[in-house]
């Protein structure tokens, strides 16, 4: 059994202090759910509007078309992974994923039977006898989420779970974490200030600065056609330059970057709100979108000149400035594409990979 | 008060914040604040036969305060006896006090920053032992200490630093020797917790600066540790000029402590409303010296902790 | 590196004067216990003996006294520490500003003199009492209920701080936890909060025990008519100093160290650098057990019992006994030849007090000595001048 969410109008405020701004947002039953956003941005608020621990101040939270106002966080169906795990650390590893069980009056023999069932899927059979102590990182994480599974909720909710782990295996992590939701085909909402995580295992994703949800959609989306200027400069790497509109025909803009000849930049359906002409911009060209120009007069061509690169390996990361302002350029290491640092390097990019938005908040690095 | 209890309950359920509104109203009003309302009531009636509570006679007065400062004298004279207790008492408890920061300062210092493990914890032990020892009997080993044939006097003759036997005891030295012993930990303690928490880098940055010994202290240690030394000072000076043991064993037989004037009066004497009146006197005068002390280093009541 | 300079070893022997302060008085005290002077002294030494001990063991006044503290300080510690973990509970719930006023006043019977507390609850409950009409024989003046009200005013703050020390380090995102796994808030409390706080609750016992059985500021109001431990030694040293009351330090001290060695061995034999050394050498592994400890230490404290009421000094006691009389004898002879007017002093007893020497001095039925009656009590009273 899986169960749809919906946020209507949720505001939560602290005093003068606006910690989620009129949320509106409806998750299927089943979807894998990710809130994305820097730190402070509201998203934990959010998750604990869903969890119960919050009531919002106004607007309501609603789980299977339920209105879950006055429903206390032990009435809700929901479970929720918290970020530091919250494993009880006087309790052994099976008692700790039989505790609901136990709090809802299951006998001893029932419990035992279901912790080592679900130690089983965790892929942990046997270690129900161990202290949470003696178990790795991502063990107490499995348990974490065995403990939460145990209660059989609708909703799972995970509260930055993986940001404690190392990097291989935060990596691992993501696939597992996908894979067990396919298996139990559960709700997942995940929240994350990490783009990779959220792009990886997410159906879709919300996008949140500062108490607004800035952009819903899943992780393509989100990436290639930024809605606002916080979330083409949040998530991913992008290139920024002011400019200002000069026409608009509907499918392609004209745009002034002071770098020349001005821009040819596509609209898209997708895309953020039309813009019109004497308009200023944020025009956004991706690193990888960049490319060295193989002839010249290409289209959305521009000078620029060598200022530093950082080697990757498979990638170059290299720094070109273009009238005052730094570019990044990212390109594939195959032995081709060699840059001369003390000779102007013609830059291009294709109109369909620039993005104009209304200038805006942009993601501090 | 009700928004408190729903809050509680929320978080502790109804049996829980029950019980912990219970238990914490229980304690501050019968066990704390009732008690010494109805002392402060106390001091301020006539010391009457139980027949006559109650009746006709029994009203407030000023009569006890009165006798504290005026003594049995009709009108003018001080009470030099009584207030000159007090100040003696005060004065002794300061200078108690003052002598344990001295004598505790170095101590918690060497075992915040230079002692680890399982050394530190034994130290830790070594300064707690002692005094799971009964008072009374601390108090008894200093006056053997301190005796006419006591080890002091002995060993002070046998080396001919002085030929008849000095009577410590009246001198009241053996009763400030054990004072200050007794609360040694509640010095050392707060200290400790005080200085254990600054970091060391702090103490090599000022020494790499070119600060010499003292000046590290002075400049680093000893202000980062004021809160601690407040209430270090605090808990011996309150608990010294309220000390009722150590004088009692300890004290010489002309000199009293302000408490035992208390204990007279409630006990030989039989007046309660003067005990009680003598007890107001010395609570509100430690509580004011303590306040005004803190008030002029800066710290608040908050920051006592033991 | 420069050279270790001699004020290096200053902090050191800083330290070793400032222990020598702590429990010089202490060893004192204890070497007292063992001499069988009269007076509590080291020098001049008599006899080595454990007859003190004795007599302390006949003491009805101090057992009786010693029933009611322990029955005080478990009432104590019935009372307090509910409140105390109350206390301390609350005071992590509320918000800054109630917590700040809230601390002020928990902490306070701390600071207020424990004879105000005594005093204060002494008189509330006698007018509780009177204004219930209760009679006399009532709790409202039974000793006992009284001391115990005392001494929890200020016990449940020293509670309150061991427990806020321990709350302080508690995870609260796993009582939200609890409660988002569906369990009740009291569940929470109880299989979440109340396990987590169970070591302090062990260590603020002890703690309020100790207090209990220790204090004499407010128990010496509060006790009325009744007695404790503590206002029976307390008369005892004031109404004369005598080596039984280091006798009684001695079997504290005893114990102190008992539970000390104990509990230092508890801490080291779960520490992880100890339990590894140990972990390869069974034989090493019983011997360091707490356990195995506290039996060798209890078969030690049963040897030293049965030493103590073995132990015979009669013959050492009649022999300084004999040489006092001696040296009396002598003093007096001296006398009489400088003051001739005198009648010549009987050659047998002379006035060596009501009971005389004979008895004390040949036979010595009793294991416990009759020095009580001893001669020397007269140069020694006469010298001290209690």
Redesign the interface.
């Given at each position: 059994m899986t169960k749809e969410i919906s946020l209507e109008h949720v505001w939560v405020e602290f005093g003068e202090f606006t910690a989620v701004h009129k949320a509106n947002l409806n998750i299927a039953g089943g979807e894998f759910f990710s809130f994305l956003g820097p730190s402070g941005c509201g998203k934990t608020t959010l998750l604990r509007c869903i969890?119960?621990?919050q009531e919002p101040t106004r607007g309501k939270v609603k789980i299977g078309g339920q209105d879950m106002r006055g429903v206390?966080?032990?009435?809700r169906p929901?479970?929720?992974i918290?970020?530091?795990l919250?494993?009880?650390p006087?309790r052994s590893v099976a008692d700790n994923i039989a505790?609901?069980l136990?709090?809802?009056g299951v006998d001893k023999k029932t419990r035992r039977k279901r912790a080592d069932e679900l130690l089983e899927l965790i892929a942990l059979p046997g270690q129900g006898d161990k202290k949470v102590s003696e178990l790795s990182g991502g063990q107490k994480q499995r348990v974490a989420i065995a403990?939460?599974l145990?209660?059989e909720p609708d909703i799972l909710l995970l509260d930055e779970p993986l940001s404690a782990l190392d990097l291989k295996l935060r990596q691992h992590m993501r696939t597992e974490l996908r894979a067990i939701q396919k298996q139990v085909g559960l709700t997942f909402i995940y929240i994350t200030h990490d783009q990779g995580e959220a792009l990886t295992m997410s159906d879709r994703i919300a996008v949140m600065n500062k108490g607004k949800i800035e952009q819903i959609g899943d992780g393509k989306a989100i990436y290639d056609h930024p809605t606002t200027s916080f979330v083409a400069s949040f998530v991913g790497e992008n290139n920024v330059l002011d400019g200002t509109v000069l026409s608009n025909d509907g499918k392609v803009m004209k745009i002034d970057a002071g770098l020349g000849t001005p821009f040819t930049v596509e609209n898209h359906p997708a895309g953020g709100p039309a813009l019109a002409p004497g308009d200023a911009c944020h025009l956004f060209v991706r690193p990888e979108a960049l490319r060295l120009s193989k002839d010249d007069g290409a289209i959305n061509q521009f000078e620029t000149n060598f200022i530093t690169e950082e080697f990757e390996g498979n990638m170059r990361h290299i720094v070109m400035n273009a009238s005052g302002t730094d570019l990044k350029l990212s390109l594939i290491n195959d032995g081709t594409n060699a840059i001369d640092a003390n000779t102007p390097v013609k830059l291009d990019f294709a109109p369909e990979m620039g993005i104009a938005l209304k200038p805006g908040e942009l993601a501090s690095a | 008060m009700r928004d408190l209890f729903y809050d509680l309950v929320r978080r502790n359920g109804m049996a829980v914040s029950i019980y912990l509104m219970l238990a914490v109203s229980l304690w501050v009003f019968i066990l704390i604040i009732l008690p010494q309302l109805t002392m402060l009531d106390y001091s301020f009636r006539f010391n009457l036969p139980p027949a006559k509570i109650g009746g006709p006679e029994d009203v407030y007065t000023l009569e006890q305060y009165r006798y504290f400062f005026q003594g049995s004298g009709a009108s003018d004279g001080l009470n030099t006896l009584d207030i000159g207790i007090l100040f003696k008492t005060l004065l002794a408890a300061v200078f108690v006090t003052v002598f344990d920061l001295i004598i505790c300062y170095p101590v918690a210092f060497v075992l915040a920053k230079s002692s680890t493990g399982a050394k530190a914890r034994l130290l830790v032990l070594a300064l707690i032992v002692p005094y799971w020892i009964n008072e009374i009997l601390r108090a008894f080993a200093f006056r053997i200490l301190f005796g006419a044939t006591g080890v002091i006097n002995e060993t002070g003759m046998g080396l001919g630093l002085w030929d008849t036997p000095i009577d410590f005891i009246r001198q009241d030295v053996a009763l400030y020797a054990g004072l200050a012993y007794a609360y040694i930990l509640l010095m050392i303690f707060p200290l400790y917790n005080a200085i254990e928490s600054l970091d060391r880098n702090q103490i090599e940055a000022a020494r790499d600066m070119g600060a010499n010994w003292w000046q590290v202290h002075a400049k680093v240690v000893i202000p980062y540790a004021k809160p601690g030394i407040a209430s270090g000072m605090t808990m011996v000076f309150m608990l010294t000029s309220g000390a009722l043991a150590a004088p009692q064993i300890l004290g010489g037989p002309s000199n009293l402590w302000f408490t035992q004037l208390v204990y007279q009066w409630f006990n030989s004497g039989g007046n309660w409303p003067r005990g009680s009146a003598y007890a107001m006197v010395l609570l509100i005068v430690c509580i004011a010296l303590v306040l005004l002390v803190m008030r002029l280093f800066k710290v608040s009541i908050g920051e006592i902790k033991q | 590196m420069r050279m270790k300079s001699p004020t290096a070893l200053i902090p050191g022997l800083y330290l070793t004067l400032f222990f020598a302060y702590l429990f010089g008085p202490l060893i004192i005290m204890v070497i007292t216990a063992f001499n069988s002077s009269t007076f509590p002294r080291v020098s001049p030494w008599e006899c080595f003996t454990t007859d003190w001990f004795g007599k302390l063991a006949s003491d009805d006044k101090l057992l009786s006294g010693l029933g009611n503290s322990l029955l005080i300080g478990v009432g104590v510690v019935c009372v307090a520490i509910p409140i105390g973990l109350a206390a301390a509970i609350t005071l992590s719930q509320v918000g800054p500003k109630l917590r700040a006023a809230l601390y002020t006043i928990f902490i306070a019977p701390i600071l207020v003199p424990g004879v105000v507390i005594g005093l204060s609850t002494l008189i509330f409950w006698d007018r509780i009492g009177t204004l219930f009409n209760a009679p006399y024989e009532s709790f409202f003046y039974d000793g006992t209920f009284l001391t115990i009200f005392g001494q929890v005013t200020f016990i449940a703050a020293y509670s309150m701080l061991v427990f806020l020390s321990r709350i302080q380090r508690f995870d609260t995102t796993l009582t939200e936890a609890a409660l988002d796994m569906g369990a009740t808030p009291t569940q929470a409390f109880v299989k979440v909060l109340l396990p987590f706080m169970a070591p302090a609750i062990g260590s603020a016992t002890v703690l309020a025990f100790l207090a209990s059985l220790e204090n004499y500021n407010t128990t010496v109001f509060t006790i009325v008519s009744s007695s404790t431990f503590t206002t029976v030694l307390s008369s005892k040293v004031r109404y004369g100093l005598d080596p039984s009351i280091s006798a009684v330090a001695v079997i504290i001290i005893a114990i102190t160290l008992i539970g000390a060695i104990i509990y230092e061995c508890r801490n080291r034999y779960y520490t992880k650098g100890w339990a590894h050394v140990i972990a390869e050498r069974p034989a090493l592994k019983i011997a360091t057990h707490p356990g195995t400890v506290a039996v060798i230490l209890g078969v030690l404290t049963l040897a030293a019992v049965l030493f103590i009421q073995n132990h015979d000094s009669s013959v050492c006691t009649a022999q300084v006994l004999e040489e006092k009389r001696a040296l009396q004898q002598q003093l007096m002879e001296q006398q009489s030849i400088n003051t001739p007017q005198q009648a010549v002093p009987a050659p047998t007893m002379p006035n060596l007090g009501p009971l005389g020497g004979d008895e004390g001095g040949a036979s010595a039925p009793s294991p416990f000595g009759n020095n009580i009656f001893s001669p020397e009590n007269l140069g020694t009273s006469a010298r001290e001048g209690n």
């Open positions: 969890s119960g621990f206390g966080p032990n009435k929901t479970a929720l918290f970020q530091n919250a494993l009880f006087l505790f609901p136990e709090v809802r403990r939460a145990a209660v | - | -």
